[in-house]
DNA sequence: GTCCTGACGAGTA
DNA sequence: GTACTCGCCAGGA
């Protein structure tokens, strides 16, 4: 059980139509599970997510910068496409590149 | 075996 | 208010 796999966790439990920071994650472990706790920095939850291989379970397409905006273009086949994804299960998006973090805060 | 890099965030100047 | 620097861990070259 590596970090790699508690970031996984972690994201596998952000429910559909919920959204997550990294930053949220990066606390989350942090604040976690004594045992399992791991000093990291929210660079690399999005580092795990990325070295991740996309069809894993993982719906890293859920977790967005503090700002809520998706990925500059490294998951899937685009940031189009983890938009898609996020507006397929109902994330609002405030904007057209800013998710509603408001509409799921974990 | 060692060095550098990497989807970020928070604090300081 | 804006810009820069540091920190964190693991994988790849």
């Known amino acids: 059980m ?3 796999d508690q970031v996984y966790e ?3 439990k952000i429910p559909a139509g919920c959204v997550m920071t990294y930053g949220q994650v990066a606390l989350r472990l942090r604040s ?3 045992a399992a706790r791991i000093n990291i920095s929210p660079q690399f939850v999005g580092w795990a997510l990325h070295a991740n291989k996309a069809g894993s379970g993982v719906p890293y397409h859920r ?5 809520g905006r ?3 273009g ?11 994804r996020l ?4 994330v609002k998006f405030i904007d057209e590149d800013h998710v509603d973090l408001e509409s ?3």
Request: aromatic residues 12%; glycine residues 14%.
């Open 70 to 72: 998706l990925a500059p």
């Open 63 to 67: 977790v967005v910068n503090k700002d």
């Open 32 to 34: 976690g599970p004594p």
């Open 10 to 12: 972690v994201v596998k």
């Open 2 to 4: 590596n970090f790699f």
């Open 74 to 84: 490294y998951a899937f086949g685009g940031p189009g496409e983890q938009k898609n």
């Open 104 to 106: 799921c805060v974990l």
């Open 87 to 90: 507006i397929s299960e109902g």
